[in-house]
């Protein structure tokens, strides 16, 4: 009796197991699909935001930098800052835009998590309004990488190098 339990136990850890894996697969086979058409697009992935159920992307084409979805128009962006907990540490104004009437930073509300769970976003100032790109809240600095990461394509696009 004995050995049937566990034969049972052992056939429903290998379901399972076998029932993960192909999960993940079908996963991985979705995103790759989501990265191809993003590039068959004509656009450059900038990051992979990790949001809930699946993974966003940060590109760009010659025109637009792209969040999901919505497009934001390289020649509206007037500024971009980098966010930790809501407050601005770091800040790219557009030279078109850098001698209009003075402006308060960019911030929002700090979140609860607290120092122990900084909290990275970045904030795309347009015409239109400001677009807040939230990096997420992960330990060992990853969502601080992705914030400068987006931070540093907005800011080359913006403001081009004069030489």
């Known amino acids: 009796m004995r050995d049937v339990v566990a034969a049972l136990v052992a056939a429903a850890l290998v379901f399972a197991a076998l029932s993960l ?11 790759r699909g989501a990265r191809d058409r993003e590039i068959e697009r004509g656009r450059t992935i900038i990051v992979e935001l990790p949001t809930d159920p699946e993974l966003t992307f940060v590109s760009e084409d010659a025109e ?25 540490i770091a800040a790219a104004v557009a030279p078109r835009w850098a001698y209009s009437e003075p402006r308060q930073p960019t911030s929002f509300e700090d979140h609860p998590e607290g120092i122990a769970r900084d909290r990275w976003d970045v904030a795309v100032e347009t015409l239109s309004g400001t677009v807040l790109i939230e990096c997420g809240a992960i330990r060992e600095r990853i969502s601080q990488e992705l ?17």
């Open 21 to 31: 894996l192909t999960t993940l697969h079908f996963y991985r086979k979705r995103q």
């Open 64 to 88: 637009h930098f792209y969040y999901g979805a919505r497009a934001i128009a390289k020649t509206e962006i007037e500024a971009v800052r980098v966010l930790i907990n809501g407050s601005p």
């Open 147 to 163: 914030a400068r990461k987006i931070f540093d394509a907005i800011k080359r696009a913006i403001a081009p190098d004069p030489s």
